[in-house]
């Protein structure tokens, strides 16, 4: 699962990395994100039409097109990569809309047994690179004619280091395979089945913060600095090993 991450680039750091087509004035400097959450608006990577990689702001939460009421649906942020195909929420969006997420980091709560107390961590790439993570993307239209584009973030089972924090990973698609999951004219299920799969053990590098983290309003560099980590209790240490 992936319920928060963060995006500390600039502009051209985001281009060169993902090619992307450059506006004629660039705008205002990127902002640093340390705590992005659910329902805020994120950056994301999409295959335009005449084949060049184009940027676009979306919703985090995705949306299927059939839903009448948004404000009734539950909220989806992350997507299954063993079951998308299938699922009547993704299997249109799988086909049709994969996008990339850029991000720098996310976090990710390990918890520990009957006492449900949790340690967070942020979860860096240990050599620093711009993570790009699978998405799947569904604009959403009112009945007054608004659009939405919204998003999820595709996970996968977690790797073998990982697993003692969560047994969830997103899935990250490395950049020789970009074009294979954006281009979803010329490449159907079969050609992404590949990619859905962990990251290698040492592609991460989970480091404990604080539960400064928790709290959305908390938006600053601080939620990354690195504390002590917590430990189960005594009670739960033995049901918290028994899980992996």
């Not at 039409?49 to 919703?59: I, P």
């Amino acid at each position: 699962m992936c319920g928060r991450f963060a995006l500390q680039v600039t502009w051209a750091e985001l281009y060169d990395w993902f090619n992307l087509l450059r506006p004629e004035t660039e705008g205002p400097t990127m902002p640093a994100r340390y705590n992005i959450a659910p329902t805020q608006p994120i950056m994301a990577v999409q295959h335009g039409f005449d084949g060049a990689r184009e940027g676009l702001l979306v919703r985090w939460g995705f949306i299927p097109a059939w839903v009448k009421d948004p404000g009734s649906f539950t909220l989806i942020i992350n997507a299954r990569s063993e079951t998308a195909a299938q699922k009547p929420s993704f299997k249109n969006a799988i086909r049709r809309r994969r996008i990339l997420i850029p991000a720098t980091g996310f976090y990710e709560w390990q918890r520990f047994g009957k006492n449900r107390k949790s340690q967070p961590y942020f979860v860096k790439p240990a050599n620093d690179e711009i993570i790009a993570f699978g998405g799947l993307l569904e604009t959403w239209i009112g009945g007054d004619g608004s659009e939405v584009d919204t998003a999820c973030i595709v996970t996968t089972e977690a790797n073998e280091n990982f697993a003692p924090i969560h047994h969830r990973l997103p899935l990250v698609v490395q950049k020789p395979d970009f074009d294979t999951w954006l281009n979803c004219r010329d490449n159907g299920l079969d050609a992404i089945e590949p990619l859905m799969k962990p990251v290698a053990n040492d592609y991460f590098e989970p480091v404990p913060v604080s539960e400064a983290v928790n709290k959305v309003a908390n938006a600053g560099p601080e939620v990354q600095d690195p504390v002590e980590p917590a430990e189960a209790p005594p009670e739960d240490r033995d049901e918290q090993f028994s899980l992996f």
